[in-house]
Nanobody, 122 residues
């Protein structure tokens, strides 16, 4: 059973940075697609970023337009952890951030974390 635990959220000011972490209990973690999603107040959950395995040591990252150039997704397979580095935070980035795992790039996300709250004050 896959377990995902996010951490790193908090209260910051606009322009600050935060790094979110998601620790995964997945035996074949390096092959999993790992995504970050967020749910802003009063909104539906939305895609933020994803990192997918292409085979070998190759991965592909993708981002929502709203975070491109500000957020960076990365992973440490030795630690079974995926990160979301968030720079130049804006008040509209305020949300609960969730990580999710899928066994392949075209598979649905079958496992979700409990979320970590990020609040950006203006």
């Amino acid at each position: 059973q896959v377990q995902l635990v996010e951490s790193g959220g908090g209260l910051v000011q606009a322009g600050d940075s935060l790094r979110l972490s998601c620790a995964a209990s997945i035996r074949t973690f390096s092959r999993y697609t790992m995504g970050w999603f967020r749910q802003r107040p009063g909104k539906e959950r939305e895609f933020v970023s994803v990192i997918s395995w292409n085979g070998g040591n190759s991965y592909t990252a993708d981002y929502a337009d709203s975070v491109k150039g500000r957020f960076t997704i990365s992973r440490d397979n030795a630690k079974n952890t995926v990160y979301l580095q968030m720079n130049s935070l804006k008040p509209e980035d305020t949300a609960v951030y969730f990580c999710a795992a899928a066994p392949c790039s075209k598979c649905p996300y079958g496992s979700w974390g409990q979320g970590t709250r990020v609040t950006v004050s203006s």
